[in-house]
């Protein structure tokens, strides 16, 4: 069993480390203030646990927690504004992933059989979230839009508003064996 838990703060003028140079060569100040960095993940825990007869059968749990990462909060247009960069905080993570296995021997061919089940819990993790809200579920544009009446000349609101990339995989479980001589 291992379990790796880490605290940290990330803090400097820019997380991305030409800021300042193109700041200069576009004639603006560069950023002169601590912000938080791109990466500035307050706390992470990480747990793996593997039990078992490793050459004939086995278990393994694999877990993961973060608090949110920075993101640039905006008004309901997208608009920055006077926003301070990475001002507001992603919601927390969670995964959680698990593996089975059963090796035997069949006809001289070891044979391993397995299951495998990624994000367990099913959890709806959020790694982009809309900058007026801080969530990948919804945001005030969307809202803005109904009320205006907006036109769905392409897409429908749901759709344009939707964004299923801003969340992580859910749950998967696989079933399955490989063949392979002794």
Same mark, same amino acid.
């Given at each position: 069993?291992?379990?790796?838990?880490?605290?940290?703060?990330?803090?400097?003028?820019?997380?991305?480390?030409?800021?300042?140079?193109?700041?200069?060569?576009?004639?603006?100040?560069?950023? *002169?203030? %601590?912000?938080?960095?791109d990466?500035?993940?307050?706390y992470? +825990? =990480?747990?793996?646990?593997?039990? !078992? $007869?490793?050459?004939?059968?086995?278990?393994?749990?694999?877990?993961?927690?973060?608090?949110?990462l920075?993101?640039?909060?905006s008004?309901?247009?997208?608009?920055?504004?006077?926003?301070?960069?990475?001002?507001?905080?992603?919601?927390?993570?969670?995964?959680?992933?698990?593996?089975l296995?059963?090796?035997?021997?069949?006809?001289g061919?070891? *044979?391993? %059989?397995?299951?495998?089940?990624?994000?367990?819990?099913?959890? +709806? =993790?959020?790694?982009?979230?809309? !900058? $007026?809200?801080?969530?990948?579920?919804?945001?005030?544009?969307?809202?803005?839009?109904?009320?205006?009446?907006?036109?769905e000349?392409?897409?429908?609101?749901?759709?344009?508003?939707?964004?299923?990339?801003?969340?992580?995989?859910?749950?998967?479980?696989?079933?399955?064996?490989?063949?392979?001589?002794?």
């Open positions: 069993r291992v379990l790796f838990r880490s605290f940290q703060i990330a803090k400097g003028n820019a997380s991305d480390a030409q800021a300042a140079f193109r700041a200069l060569q576009g004639d603006q100040e560069p950023e *002169v203030r %601590f912000l938080r960095l990466w500035d993940q307050r992470s +825990l =990480n747990v793996t646990a593997t039990v !078992g $007869d490793l050459s004939k059968w086995g278990a393994s749990l694999n877990g993961q927690f973060g608090t949110g920075p993101y640039t909060p008004d309901d247009q997208g608009n920055l504004g006077t926003a301070v960069p990475n001002s507001g905080t992603k919601p927390a993570t969670l995964l959680l992933d698990l593996k296995y059963r090796n035997l021997f069949l006809f061919q070891k *044979v391993n %059989f397995y299951i495998k089940a990624n994000n367990v819990l099913d959890a +709806l =993790n959020q790694y982009t979230v809309n !900058g $007026d809200t801080g969530s990948a579920k919804y945001t005030l544009a969307e809202n803005r839009a109904r009320a205006n009446n907006a036109l000349s392409i897409n429908t609101l749901d759709a344009y508003f939707n964004h299923p990339t801003w969340f992580g995989e859910p749950r998967r479980v696989t079933i399955g064996f490989s063949v392979g001589s002794n």
